[in-house]
């Protein structure tokens, strides 16, 4: 999931600073309740740490799906334009219209 390895590594470190770990122990895969033991306090806390790190802006809408480290992860590659986004394709252009005579 991750395409950015520095946005995984300083995420994955600003876990480990709160929860006293070693950062090679927190997974993409960990969730950050169930998995890491984050009440909304320590998630809200974690994600404003994130916020000043990588200078961004976290929605209030947006902390709900922020639910394990890997989605924490690709939102904020998304934000900072780090992902792969899919090629655009063109759009073929419509078929001209024959201005001959009106068929009757």
Avoid: C, N
């Avoid at 927190?26 to 994600?47: K, N, Q, Y």
Wanted: aromatic content about 4%; charged content about 30%.
């Amino acid at each position: 999931m991750a395409k950015d390895p520095t946005i995984s590594l300083k995420i994955r470190t600003a876990l480990a600073e709160y929860l006293k770990h070693d950062s090679a122990t927190i997974l993409t895969t960990h969730h950050l309740r169930d998995d890491l033991g984050l009440d909304s306090m320590a998630v809200i806390e974690l994600l404003y740490r994130i916020e000043e790190t990588f200078d961004l802006q976290i929605p209030d809408q947006d902390l709900v799906g922020l639910t394990t480290v890997g989605l924490v992860v690709h939102y904020v590659e998304k934000r900072l334009g780090k992902t792969a986004s899919p090629v655009p394709t063109k759009k073929r252009p419509r078929p001209l219209e024959s201005k001959g005579k009106k068929k009757s």
